[in-house]
């Protein structure tokens, strides 16, 4: 699968996870290529944390569940409708999850590349996050951004230390399948945009 491939057949995954776990090999390769990723000032401020108890996944499952309702309950009665069978765990079923984190203060106080834009060093983790993703992809595996938790449950519940930001929680394992159309548009909670709705030329707003 060459990297066009893998961008177009990429997905995140909810219901597809065959409930089998990840490969030692395949793991070890899939965090290498996240490794790989370019960051600011070559800090590398990732950190992987890797999560196969049953026990913690069983516990994230159920918090994430309790927060899926809360926000179902925040929405007008057509959008609880649309959102209703939209899945957004994965987090027992895909027997793996990877907490990616990021570590401002690697790298020291002199950054080269993060002096005048400070976000820099967060995008470069999400880099590494996209890295991975094609990797998972190409390996024929299934990745899903799990999004419905409070940040000081998670922290607790793996032990993060302070200065270290929690930026996702990755479900990652086997799948039976990818789904040729992403589950927000086969649900209907929106649509994709074209290309030519987001291009501009020379300066924003000219087509």
């Known amino acids: 699968m060459d990297v066009y491939e893998a961008i177009a057949a990429r997905r995140d995954v909810r219901n597809e996870f065959t409930g089998n776990v990840v490969t030692d090999e395949q793991l070890r390769r899939i965090l290498a290529a996240a490794h ?6 070559n800090t590398q401020p990732w950190n992987f944390v890797i999560v196969q108890d049953r026990d913690v ?22 959008r609880a409708d ?29 950054i080269l590349g993060r002096h005048t834009i400070d976000e820099t060093g967060r995008l470069s983790v999400g880099l590494a996050i996209q890295n991975l993703w094609l990797a998972a992809t190409a390996e024929g595996l299934g990745v899903g951004w799990v999004s419905f938790y409070t940040e000081p449950f998670l922290r607790e519940l793996i032990n993060i230390p302070d200065g270290i930001e929690v930026v996702a929680w990755l479900c990652l394992g086997p799948v039976s399948e990818l789904q040729s159309v992403p589950d927000l548009e086969r649900f209907g909670w929106r649509d994709r945009r074209s290309l030519d709705d987001v291009v501009h030329r020379e300066s924003f707003g000219a087509r």
């Open 57 to 78: 996944l069983r516990r994230f499952a159920d918090h994430v569940a309790q927060r899926r309702e809360k926000f179902a309950e925040s929405l007008p009665a057509d």
């Open 82 to 110: 649309t959102f209703k069978p939209i899945n957004v765990q994965g987090i027992e079923s895909s027997g793996t999850g990877v907490v990616v984190t990021y570590d401002r203060a690697r790298g020291g106080r002199h």
């Open 36 to 41: 790989a990723a370019p960051s600011v000032g």
